[in-house]
């Protein structure tokens, strides 16, 4: 099946923790998305990354940082998380190119307490 | 920067209804216009897209017309069904070099039997 994975669906967690998401597609594409999805169903993209080019939305707190260890895998870490990251973030995928359409995952869940 | 601005938040009508959702945008150069579909639970799901003026993109009953003089790409169907109920984003991928891909807030569209 080719598709964009994420695990895990959903994540609670307290405030101060460390989390991190994973994300894998088998699209056979070469950039990978996280975006962010809040409560009014706002996305924001936070990081693409092409070929080891890492592209951040400069909006996006340092805590926040991607990991690929290749062009099929891109995880999220949050180093210490804080209440306002309770949202739901998605992953996607695509062929390299403004004009490319994306694929997405269906998305992690994270509540902070 | 760039934006994309859908003028409706909510859209309720009933089955057999004419849909339009507006979407103007803003942008420097000459973007790709995107239409994306999200069901509850799932990640967004490419619709179509269209990459020059006047080009029509259409998908499952759904079109859009690029206009470029009046910076538009509103999406339309003739006769909603329950099963279009879905939030609705327009979307855009900026051409300039300075890799960006924009969302709208989307739409959530509601549609009554």
């Known amino acids: 099946e080719t598709a964009v994975f994420q695990t895990p669906n959903y994540h609670v967690t307290q405030v101060g923790n460390e989390v991190s998401f994973n994300c894998k597609q088998t699209l056979g594409h070469d950039t990978m998305y996280w975006y962010k999805q809040d409560s009014k169903k706002l996305l924001k993209i936070m990081f693409s990354y092409n070929n080891k080019q890492l592209i951040v939305n400069e909006t996006v707190p340092r805590r926040f940082s991607p990991q690929s260890s290749d062009k099929a895998h891109l995880n999220l870490r949050i180093k210490s998380v804080e209440p306002e990251d309770s949202a739901v973030y998605l992953c996607a995928s695509s062929h390299w190119g403004n004009y490319a359409e994306q694929f997405f995952g269906p998305g992690t869940r994270l509540t902070v307490l | 920067g760039d934006s994309v601005t859908q003028t409706e938040g909510q859209v309720a009508l009933s089955e057999e209804d004419f849909l339009t959702i507006h979407c103007n945008y803003s942008?420097?150069?000459?973007?790709?216009l995107f239409w994306y579909v999200q069901y509850p639970g799932e990640g967004p799901q490419f619709l179509f897209r269209a990459s020059r003026d006047k080009e029509k993109g259409s998908s499952r009953g759904f079109e859009a017309t690029y206009d470029k003089g009046t910076t538009s790409f509103h999406l339309r169907k003739a006769s909603v069904q329950e099963s279009d109920s879905a939030v609705y984003y327009c979307a855009l991928g900026d051409d300039t070099g300075n890799y960006k891909y924009v969302f709208g807030a989307g739409t959530r569209l509601k549609v009554i039997a």
């Open positions: 942008a420097s150069g000459y973007p790709a």
